[in-house]
């Protein structure tokens, strides 16, 4: 069981606007650490989409944006598109001083 | 561009001891604020954090999996090394090499990951 918990899969149309979740707990989120987010298609390594909570990496589409609230962080996807299908991980770190992912959620562009 | 690319066997026995090693090409292993480290991704489920190690030796290490991993770093061959013991079935998995963009930072750059298999 995952110490970050994300929802297992979401779904929108081509276009539509989605919302990933993922809820962490005082000893991570709550400690301050931020959230990084990660996209990962079938036989590749994931790629960071989203880190310290808010920032995108040069290159990453400004149709993803994170957001960090609490114990809570989200991950929203607006204008979906078919190449956006993918497994989705939150990360952060906590005061045990190791890194903690999300159990991953998958979006499927219908 | 920096690269990272693992080496080491495909297929390891019961109790016997993984080794992977990760070989870091077009920058310094020892810039500073660069983390270096391991996360693996069983077969079909989520990621995995192993650890990490930054230049001087310093490491960190997932809690759960402490009591077998090392993690070393080799600052002459521009490596940094993972050793998992006593692996069993539940080891098997798609391991991958990581940089850090510091301590609790993000992972920004993957390996392309090589799958180990434990079996006899």
């Known amino acids: 069981q995952s110490v970050l918990t994300q929802s297992p899969s979401v779904s929108g149309a081509p276009g539509q606007t989605v919302t990933i979740s993922c809820t962490g707990g005082?000893?991570?989120?709550?400690?301050?650490?931020?959230v990084h987010w990660y996209q990962q298609v079938p036989n590749s390594p994931p790629k960071l989409l989203i880190y310290g909570n808010t920032n995108r990496p040069s290159g990453v589409p400004d149709r993803f944006s994170g957001s960090k609230s609490g114990t809570s962080a989200s991950l929203v996807i607006t204008g979906l598109q078919v190449e956006d299908e993918a497994d989705y991980y939150c990360?952060?770190?906590?005061?045990?001083?190791?890194?903690?992912f999300g159990g991953g959620t998958k979006l499927t562009v219908l | 561009q920096v690269q990272l690319q693992g080496s080491g066997p495909g297929l390891v026995r019961p109790s016997e001891t993984l080794s992977r090693t990760c070989s870091v090409s077009g920058d310094s292993i020892s810039t500073s604020s660069q983390y270096w480290g391991w996360i693996r991704q069983p077969p079909g489920l989520g990621l995995e954090w192993i650890g990490s190690i930054y230049f001087s030796g310093s490491t960190y290490y997932n809690p759960s999996l402490k009591s077998r991993v090392t993690i070393s770093v080799d600052t002459s061959k521009n490596q940094f090394s993972l050793k998992l013991n006593s692996v069993t079935a539940a080891d098997t998995a798609i391991y991958y090499c990581a940089r850090l963009l510091g301590n609790y930072g993000p992972v920004g750059l993957w390996g392309p990951g090589t799958r180990v298999t434990v079996s006899s």
């Open positions: 990360q952060s770190y906590d005061t045990s001083l190791k890194a903690v």
């Open positions: 005082d000893s991570n989120f709550g400690a301050g650490y931020d």
